[in-house]
């Protein structure tokens, strides 16, 4: 028997852990079973003659809000093709509405609920003749032969150490993201999320853990994203993990953590504090910071805690900080998120995602979704559209804003230059939404921009919003534009070189036979030090108070912060000297 278990991810850096969980775990039938792997930006076409070169027998798709469309779509044209190959669906997004699935879709035959590694290896029995009906295996609803659908009970989860490590050859993931769960389920009841439909957390054996964690160190794997959906909600398994990966740091290998920061403790912020740079990276869901949306939601946060945290962390340089907040929550009108955003973006986060309401079939929050006058979109990923507080006019401006953050505030590339432009405006908040208005009045939106022209646009939108400071915010942006680019053909807006070429000459000179600076390089030429490296004069501290003062930086682009990606930069004298 051909079986097919096939994942549509949203990129193609992304993997599917679960078809990959589901065929090791039916080890009997590896030999018969293939893992293909797609994106929802590829044309259905090459899916579909993907497909008929492979000839199934039995095919299972994954779904998830991101390609629920496209597998329909698929599994509607797979039929014409292959009306004897049997069709399953399993995942999140068909789990909980499984018959409706079966009634739009006469073509699948069945789907697999909650969690899959136990279901699939029972339905494999079944097709081999191992088991003899459907009726006897939990976790599934599926079509009888007559066309009646039949809803089986829900499987008991299962032990998570049982699930195999599916990593051992590396390379079928060459130049993807790795995600790694030690633990399933969730101990919150937040209303928007499904985790919390799953109420058994369990923990997969910390021995395992350790000896799979070095697995990764030992491949020296980039980075290593933990699907874990509160990692430190057991104060124990996380010390113990990240104890070993700071005992075990190989200088490489990042990981990716979603914790409650307001549940750190001083042990885990001490072990923290500890860790090189850029070994491990934090995703905080903060969502809102209204009392009353936090009590609607069913979420325990202690928003004073999780500044405190959050701060601390800050201080220690070495741990980037993604925090979320979510637009469109109950109790949420358009002032009070604007008050989220400002104090949220008053810590000083790495990232700041601005994300939209999702109305995840099986939620809490869809059984609710009258109450709140939640309208929200029919197909996935059920985004919302308005609320009793909320109307899709603000919604809209939401989005233009939530762009903005994106483009200038998440790419980093902008950062010193933003400090200051917000203290111009009333609150964060206005700043973006002041903004968003300008991309929109000039038309600039739906528009491919290179990462130059940002600059140039927002050097405009400066110029029209801020009087009188035209050379302070032209030098901030210039100085945002080295630490990041390695420019050599200068930007209109930064106007002319700011070193002269004797300068620049003598400088390069010296560091070619005496380096005082470049040490790294040894004995290199000067004209290639000019290449890998930049000098800018200001007359303002930029790198520090922007106090006006001549500053000669040189930025050296061999070296950088593995946090942010700035350049290593480092204040010469105009003789030379170690200005720092």
Not at 86 to 98: K, N, R
Not at 163 to 180: A, G, N, R
Request: glycine letters at 4%; aromatic letters at 12%.
């Amino acid at each position: 028997m051909k079986i097919i278990l096939a994942a549509v991810n949203a990129k193609y850096i992304h993997s599917n852990l679960a078809v990959y969980s589901l065929r090791a775990f039916a080890k009997a039938y590896v030999s018969e079973t293939k893992i293909l792997e797609y994106t929802i930006n590829q044309q259905m076409d090459e899916i579909l003659m993907d497909l008929y070169r492979e000839k199934p027998d039995l095919l299972c798709f994954s779904c998830y809000i991101w390609n629920l469309d496209y597998v329909e779509e698929l599994a509607r044209e797979i039929k014409k093709i292959f009306p004897e190959t049997i069709l399953w669906l399993g995942g999140p997004e068909v789990s909980y509405d499984a018959v409706d699935v079966l009634t739009r879709l006469r073509q699948v035959t069945g789907v697999m609920k909650g969690e899959g590694e136990e279901t699939f290896l029972e339905l494999l029995e079944y097709y081999h003749g191992r088991r003899e009906t459907l009726e006897e295996i939990a976790g599934i609803t599926f079509r009888t032969e007559n066309g009646e659908i039949r809803e089986n009970e829900w499987r008991d989860v299962m032990d998570l150490s049982r699930v195999p490590f599916v990593y051992e050859d590396l390379s079928l993931f060459e130049h993807k993201i790795i995600y790694y769960e030690t633990s399933r389920g969730c101990p919150y009841r937040c209303s928007y999320c499904l985790s919390s439909v799953d109420k058994c957390l369990r923990f997969r054996d910390l021995n395992l853990v350790k000896k799979e964690l070095q697995f990764f160190l030992d491949q020296k794997v980039p980075q290593v994203k933990f699907v874990d959906r509160t990692f430190n909600c057991h104060h124990t398994h996380a010390k113990e993990i990240w104890r070993y990966l700071l005992e075990h740091d190989n200088g490489v290998t990042n990981f990716h953590f979603e914790v409650s920061a307001d549940l750190l403790d001083e042990e885990e912020l001490e072990l923290i504090s500890r860790m090189r740079p850029g070994l491990i990276q934090l995703e905080i869901g903060v969502q809102s910071t209204n009392p009353d949306t936090i009590r609607k939601i069913r979420r325990t946060m202690n928003f004073k805690r999780l500044s405190e945290v959050t701060k601390q962390i800050k201080t220690m340089g070495n741990t980037h900080q993604h925090l979320d907040l979510i637009a469109g929550l109950p109790m949420e009108d358009y002032e009070s998120f604007g008050k989220s955003f400002d104090d949220v973006y008053a810590l000083g986060p790495d990232q700041l995602q601005l994300g939209f309401l999702k109305v995840l079939k099986g939620s809490y929050m869809q059984e609710h979704a009258r109450e709140y006058g939640l309208i929200y979109k029919d197909r996935p990923p059920y985004e919302v559209l308005g609320t009793n507080w909320l109307s899709y006019g603000e919604i809209a401006r939401l989005k233009q804003i939530e762009e903005m953050v994106e483009v200038y505030y998440n790419s980093g590339q902008f950062s010193h230059t933003l400090d200051w432009l917000v203290l111009e405006f009333d609150s964060p908040f206005s700043m973006y939404k002041a903004l968003g208005s300008y991309y929109e009045e000039n038309g600039l939106f739906k528009r491919n921009h290179t990462r130059i022209a940002r600059y140039e646009i927002l050097s405009a939108f400066i110029r029209k919003q801020v009087s009188g400071k035209e050379e302070f915010y032209r030098q901030l942006l210039v100085f945002d534009l080295y630490l990041r680019e390695n420019v050599k053909n200068r930007p209109d807006f930064a106007g002319e070189p700011s070193a002269d070429k004797a300068y620049l000459k003598a400088f390069y000179d010296r560091e070619e036979k005496e380096p005082a600076y470049l040490k790294s390089y040894g004995q290199t030429e000067s004209r290639k030090l000019r290449k890998m490296t930049h000098i800018e004069i200001f007359d303002y501290e930029v790198d520090r108070d922007m106090k006006p003062c001549r500053t000669v930086l040189l930025f050296d682009y061999q070296i950088r912060n593995p946090l942010n990606y700035e350049a290593h930069m480092m204040r010469i004298g105009e003789d030379g000297r170690d200005d720092r």
